[in-house]
């Protein structure tokens, strides 16, 4: 494990003490939301352009989908990673 030293003003040190918020669980939920989760970073554009791309397909008939068991199986699958991959936070 590393420690991280974390210079701030005073002022904002006790602004942050004086409203509850837990200051180290804060620090690593944001250092973990750092770490690259394998997806590519995508533009508000282009993440409009998928929605509508699917809600099209959805329109169209032409999308492909799961059955709910299927779904759960992955869901599952991917819950699991998740834990695994953030057991020891």
Avoid: C, W
Wanted: hydrophobic share 30%.
């Amino acid at each position: 494990m590393q420690t991280l030293k974390i210079e701030l003003e005073d002022s904002v040190y006790q602004n942050i003490v004086q409203s509850g918020i837990d200051i180290q669980g804060k620090v690593k939920e944001f250092l973990f939301d750092l770490v690259d989760d394998g997806y590519p970073a995508i533009t508000t554009q282009e993440a409009k352009k998928r929605v509508s791309d699917a809600v099209k397909r959805y329109e169209d008939g032409t999308g492909t989908y799961i059955n709910d068991n299927d779904y759960k199986i992955r869901m599952d699958k991917h819950m699991n990673s998740l834990k695994v991959k953030y057991a020891n936070n």
